[in-house]
């Protein structure tokens, strides 16, 4: 009878330590790159301030990815500057999402889904503008 009513006893004072380390928010905080070439785009539009005119659809290759560098976080809530092949950057922010594995973000040019995978990040961009329309997935590793 002691023996049920021990492991009963143990397994309510773990819940609160089980629970605090899952809901723990990874820090996003540092510069990500393309890890392993792992890319995927395709691209059709007029010229933006990244690419030049692409009048017919186009795939993009692992030197068009960009860097993200997410300078601030509160708790789910970071921002940063997402950095494009040429040099050229944009504002971005984004939210963790309560599994702590996806992510929202958002900039000048679009909407970006992502997820953490180990300790890669994978982003996942969709650009739709009236006269520019992209997509493009990239594994990401933080370099710094």
């Not at 790159?33 to 059709?44: G, N, P, S």
């Not at 708790?75 to 309560?98: C, D, L, N």
Request: glycine fraction near 8%; hydrophobic fraction near 40%; charge should be negative.
């Amino acid at each position: 009878m002691k023996t049920p009513l021990l492991l009963a006893s143990l397994t309510l004072a773990l819940l609160p330590a089980a629970s605090a380390r899952a809901d723990t928010v990874p820090s996003l905080i540092g510069t990500w790159a393309l890890a392993d070439e792992a890319f995927a785009a395709a691209r059709v539009g007029t010229s933006n301030k990244y690419f030049d005119d692409l009048p017919k659809p186009t795939f993009g290759t692992p030197d068009q990815a960009f860097t993200y560098t997410i300078e601030a976080q509160d708790g789910r809530a970071f921002h940063g500057v997402a950095t494009g092949p040429q040099g050229k950057s944009e504002a971005i922010v984004g939210v963790i999402r309560f599994d702590n594995k996806e992510i929202l973000m958002s900039g000048d040019s679009g909407t970006v889904e992502g997820r953490l995978v180990d300790d890669k990040l994978e982003l996942c961009w969709i650009d739709s503008l009236p006269t520019w329309n992209a997509v493009s997935c990239g594994l990401f590793k933080k370099t710094k």
